[in-house]
Nanobody, 125 residues
Framework: QVQLVESGGGVVQPGGSLRLSCSSS????????VGWFRQAPEKDREFVGA????????YYADSVKGRFTVSRNYANNAVDLQMNSLKPDDTAVYYC??????????????????WGQGTPVTVSS
C-alpha cells in the first residue's frame, strides 16, 4: 500500500504563486508516475500535470502549461507542483496520485492506483 499526502495549499491572490508537494509513505517514487489532478465543487476531477520519476518526463494540461511545473524534489523524496500566475479558475482541491500508467493513461484518472486526500487551493481577491 502506498499512501500519499499533499501539502502546501492555501489562499492566494490572482497572479500569486503556491508550491504543492506530494510525499509517499514509501519515501520513493521510483518506477512510478506522479500525477496532479484538481477538482472544484460539483465538477469532475481533471488532469493538471504529471511526472515519471525515473526519467523526469513531464506532461501538462493545456490550461496550466507555462504556468505550472511538476518536478522531483530529491531532498524530500517528493514531487512538487509549482504554480505561478494563479488565476481564479485554478481554485480547486488538488490531489496527487501515483501509479504506473502507460502513455495513453498518464493524463487520465484510471492511470493511477493511489491517491492523496487533497489540499485546497483558493485563488481570490
Amino acid at each position: 500500500q502506498v499512501q500519499l499526502v499533499e501539502s502546501g495549499g492555501g489562499v492566494v491572490q490572482p497572479g500569486g504563486s503556491l508550491r504543492l508537494s506530494c510525499s509517499s509513505s514509501r519515501r520513493t517514487f521510483s518506477n512510478y508516475a506522479v500525477g496532479w489532478f484538481r477538482q472544484a465543487p460539483e465538477k469532475d476531477r481533471e488532469f493538471v500535470g504529471a511526472l515519471r520519476w525515473t526519467n523526469g518526463a513531464t506532461y501538462y494540461a493545456d490550461s496550466v502549461k507555462g504556468r505550472f511545473t511538476v518536478s522531483r524534489n530529491y531532498a524530500n523524496n517528493a514531487v512538487d507542483l509549482q504554480m505561478n500566475s494563479l488565476k481564479p479558475d485554478d481554485t480547486a482541491v488538488y490531489y496527487c496520485a501515483a501509479g504506473r500508467p502507460i502513455v495513453g493513461t498518464i493524463r487520465q484518472l484510471q492511470g493511477y492506483d493511489y491517491w492523496g486526500q487533497g489540499t485546497p487551493v483558493t485563488v481570490s481577491s
